[in-house]
């Protein structure tokens, strides 16, 4: 299974220099939204990807599809995280299963 990713142009060089299998950037016009929108669809029907991650950032502007696989993690950028630690620590408890704690 391969790991998506997508966001902005530096988390997304980041993610291609780690070596993350599929990486795709977009910026924050409309038409870059609608790109996303796409592929973000593309990448939820394809049966090789099981991980997608995608900038908070992007996540209020486009709908996520609830779908379990493939499992889909909202990642922060640069400027660090909007949802928070205990939002953050609920979305990989949810997804793999794990409380994290301090």
Do not use: C, W
């Not at 949802?83 to 994290?100: F, N, Q, T």
Request: glycine share 8%.
């Amino acid at each position: 299974m391969k790991i998506a990713v997508l966001g902005d142009r530096d988390t997304a060089l980041g993610f291609r220099l780690a070596g993350a299998h599929e990486v795709y950037s977009f910026g924050d016009t409309p038409l870059e939204m609608e790109r996303l929108r796409n592929k973000l669809k593309e990448l939820v029907e394809r049966d090789d990807i099981g991980i997608i991650l995608i900038s908070e950032r992007f996540v209020g502007r486009v709908e996520l599809p609830d779908v379990t696989v493939p499992i889909i993690l909202q990642i922060p950028d640069k400027s660090g995280s909007r949802l928070g630690e205990e939002a953050i620590k609920e979305i990989v408890r949810r997804a793999i299963g794990v409380e994290l704690k301090r």
